[in-house]
């Protein structure tokens, strides 16, 4: 098990950047596949990125080519960089890992409390 904590989240104009970070507890971090997952009022929580164990990124189509996401496993740490927001991005972001991943939340068994991402228009 980790425990995760997110930060970073804030109000942003469109068209502008957030970073956001999970910092993790436990010292398997590395193993673990991480996920960043947003839940907008009155939607279901989707997959916004996510990062495997070895290093590889997949992205929500919404997403790519303004997001990346990386870790530092030295820190504990995954990132979430996000450009060129947009209002639809507005949501609640939530840092996940599990040790199978994938592009679902079951695959995740570790949340953190979720950070507010508000951008307006």
């Known amino acids: 098990q980790v425990q995760l904590r997110e930060s970073g989240g804030g109000l942003v104009q469109a068209g502008g950047s957030l970073r956001l970070s999970c910092a993790a507890s436990?010292?398997?971090?590395?193993?673990?596949?991480m996920g960043w997952f947003r839940q907008a009022p009155g939607k279901e929580r989707e997959l916004v990125a996510r990062?495997?164990?070895?290093?590889?990124?997949y992205y929500a189509e919404t997403v790519k080519g303004r997001f990346t996401v990386s870790r530092d496993n030295a820190k504990n740490t995954v990132y979430l960089q996000m450009n060129s927001l947009k209002s639809e991005d507005t949501a609640v972001y939530y840092c996940?890992?599990?040790?199978?991943?994938?592009?679902?939340?079951?695959?995740?068994?570790?949340w953190g409390q979720g950070t507010q991402v508000t951008v307006s228009s």
């Open positions: 996940a890992a599990g040790t199978y991943g994938g592009p679902y939340s079951y695959g995740y068994n570790n």
């Open positions: 436990g010292r398997t971090f590395s193993n673990y596949h």
């Open positions: 990062l495997t164990s070895a290093g590889s990124t």
